[in-house]
């Protein structure tokens, strides 16, 4: 039996894992994406900052 691995969510700004710090999920145009509470104030004052990368879609490795 082999043991299925899950990919990991990244903060949409820093990209650091949800091994790290939580992660808030949020979506945007149809697409799912995530962004640490560090970053969120940066999506909240300053989207303008992150609205290419939200444009791209989710975060998950590989995708």
Same mark, same amino acid.
Request: aromatic residues 4%; positive net charge; glycine residues 4%.
């Given at each position: 039996?082999t043991k299925e &691995? #899950?990919p990991v969510a990244?903060?949409? *700004?820093?990209?650091?894992p949800? &091994?790290v710090?939580p992660?808030? *999920?949020?979506?945007? /145009?149809g697409?799912?994406t995530?962004?640490?509470?560090?970053?969120?104030?940066?999506l909240?004052?300053?989207?303008?900052?992150v609205a290419?990368k939200? /444009? #791209?879609?989710g &975060?998950?490795?590989? /995708?």
């Open positions: 039996m &691995t #899950k990244q903060c949409l *700004n820093c990209n650091r949800e &091994t710090l992660l808030v *999920n949020l979506r945007y /145009a697409n799912q995530w962004i640490c509470s560090q970053c969120l104030p940066i909240i004052h300053h989207p303008d900052q290419h939200l /444009a #791209k879609g &975060t998950l490795n590989g /995708a």
